[in-house]
């Protein structure tokens, strides 16, 4: 699997740390690399990794370079943040299926007094429309992976993160 990005703040701010997650298999050095400002460290203490500081302009608060597989990142997402805001946890929920997963989300989302989140909601529906329509499983694992990133950017952008 690819890399793919997070962005999990909208703050424009140079990163001045980092948390990198070593990986225990041998196909990839990292499971992830995430990066914050001062004021965003603690989303630095929610994710488990080494820690160090790195030099202001290296990159942008909120980075993640994404690096584990499919299901982990999907249910990274279901984790971090899916489920906080939409009650709907991948495992827990939906025995992991994803399709079934994402429409509840989607469905919570679409009742009245969650307009506050009507991007999550569009990109939440992108995602769910690239699970089930998509023939190329690759494709759709790529795009339902994008479509997340930026439900979680727009998530984040909703909270003022
Ligand atoms: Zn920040």
Redesign the pocket.
């Known amino acids: 699997m690819a890399m793919t990005l997070r962005q999990l703040?909208t703050?424009p701010?140079p990163a001045t740390r980092v948390l990198e997650r070593r990986s225990r298999r041998r196909d990839r050095v990292h499971d992830y690399v995430l990066y914050?400002?001062h004021?965003?460290r603690w989303l630095i203490d929610s994710w488990e990794g080494g820690r160090r500081t790195v030099e202001e302009g290296e990159l942008r608060?909120?980075v993640v370079f994404e690096y584990r597989d499919y299901a982990e990142v999907l249910r990274s997402h279901s984790r971090e943040w899916v489920c906080r805001l939409t009650f709907n946890d991948l495992e827990d929920d939906h025995r992991g299926d994803v399709v079934g997963w994402l429409r509840a989300a989607v469905a919570e989302l679409c009742v009245a007094g969650r307009e506050a989140h009507e991007g999550v909601r569009v990109a939440l529906g992108h995602a769910v429309l690239a699970a089930a329509v998509e023939r190329d499983a690759k494709v759709a694992q790529a795009a339902v992976l994008t479509a997340l990133a930026v439900a979680e950017t727009a998530e984040a952008a909703a909270r003022g993160a």
Do not use: E, I, Q, V
Request: charged share 20%; hydrophobic share 10%; proline share 0%.
């Open positions: 703040t703050c701010d914050a400002c004021r965003h608060c909120g």
